[in-house]
């Protein structure tokens, strides 16, 4: 079993920046494919960026290429989302998932990742 907990949420002003971290515990974190997902009222949970097991390869949506960076430290069991110049439409919760047999690249349904965290709000004010 594993844990993820999320923080860094909060409200920024567009233009500005935020970190969010997810901490996973319950299971060896190095070999596990590492996700951020987001969910805007009213939509669908959708994917942002994957990271693979040694951080060697990342995936994002379109929409976040160029403004958000993922990585993980596997010595700290943690994986991160840089967000940078955030839109109003970056507004939603932020969702960390892992996997322990998927690619970075995977973006199924949310019943096909083994573990997901309770999430953190991200509120972009333009």
């Known amino acids: 079993q594993v844990q993820l907990v999320e923080s860094g949420g909060g409200l920024v002003q567009a233009g500005g920046s935020l970190r969010l971290s997810c901490a996973a515990s319950?299971?060896?974190?190095?070999?596990?494919?590492m996700f951020w997902f987001r969910q805007a009222p009213g939509k669908e949970r959708e994917f942002v960026a994957g990271i693979s097991v040694n951080g060697g390869s990342q995936y994002y949506t379109d929409s976040v290429k160029g403004r958000f960076i993922i990585s993980r430290d596997n010595a700290k069991n943690t994986v991160f989302l840089q967000m940078n110049s955030l839109k109003p439409e970056d507004t939603a919760v932020y969702y960390c998932?892992?996997?322990?047999?998927?690619?970075?690249?995977?973006?199924?349904?949310?019943?096909?990742?083994?573990?997901w965290g309770q999430g953190t709000q991200v509120t972009v004010s333009s």
């Open positions: 998932a892992a996997d322990a047999t998927k690619g970075p690249y995977w973006r199924g349904s949310t019943g096909s990742y083994d573990y």
């Open positions: 319950g299971r060896t974190f190095s070999r596990l494919t």
